[in-house]
């Protein structure tokens, strides 16, 4: 089952996993902008990637990622801001495929957030060998 690196022409796709997520997360009212996306992803400078996993030609699932750089490594890493795999293609290994994809795009930490209370995310991350970050708490400052 192939990863690819999306292009433009998979924006709505994109777009369409990032929505569906967010209902299977209890968000149901989230409608994005296509071009706004499209501008973010594949315009002159864009500010995060997509990584598209496939099976049979159809788009199954995805990791939604940007470049960050750690100052005590001293080398950049990769942030993960969405991973999600459609409910039909479940089971088949595609988030293994794009974690290790991920993984062997940078020599530097491979980093996400997790919902509290996802057992099941849990599980399958403690499974790759990923743990948590104990001591540490995330804040966020919007505009």
Same mark, same amino acid.
């Given at each position: 089952?192939? =990863?690819?690196?999306?292009? !433009?022409?998979?924006?709505?796709?994109?777009?369409?996993? =990032? *929505? %569906?997520? @967010?209902? +299977?997360?209890?968000?149901?009212?989230?409608? #994005?902008?296509?071009? !706004?996306? @499209?501008?973010?992803?594949?315009?002159? !400078?864009?500010?995060? $990637?997509?990584? =598209?996993? *496939?099976?049979? /030609? &159809?788009?199954? /699932?995805? &990791?939604?990622?940007? $470049?960050?750089?750690?100052?005590? *490594? &001293?080398?950049? /890493? =990769?942030?993960?801001?969405?991973?999600?795999?459609?409910?039909?293609?479940?089971?088949?290994? #595609?988030?293994?495929? #794009? #974690?290790? %994809?991920?993984? @062997?795009?940078? %020599?530097?930490?491979?980093? $996400?957030?997790?919902? !509290?209370?996802?057992?099941?995310?849990?599980?399958? +991350?403690?499974?790759?060998?990923? *743990?948590?970050?104990?001591?540490?708490?995330? +804040?966020?400052?919007? /505009?």
């Amino acid at each position: 089952m192939p =990863i690819r690196d999306a292009v !433009e022409n998979d924006t709505d796709d994109i777009c369409s996993m =990032i *929505e %569906e997520h @967010a209902r +299977y997360e209890g968000k149901d009212d989230l409608v #994005l902008d296509r071009a !706004e996306m @499209a501008r973010h992803l594949f315009g002159p !400078e864009p500010k995060a $990637w997509v990584l =598209i996993a *496939e099976v049979d /030609g &159809a788009t199954a /699932g995805m &990791a939604f990622c940007s $470049w960050n750089f750690s100052t005590w *490594e &001293a080398r950049p /890493g =990769i942030w993960l801001d969405d991973l999600f795999v459609r409910p039909e293609y479940r089971r088949l290994g #595609l988030g293994r495929q #794009l #974690l290790a %994809e991920l993984k @062997a795009r940078t %020599e530097g930490r491979v980093e $996400w957030d997790m919902q !509290e209370g996802n057992e099941k995310a849990a599980a399958f +991350y403690a499974d790759l060998g990923a *743990e948590p970050v104990p001591g540490w708490v995330r +804040y966020r400052w919007r /505009g």
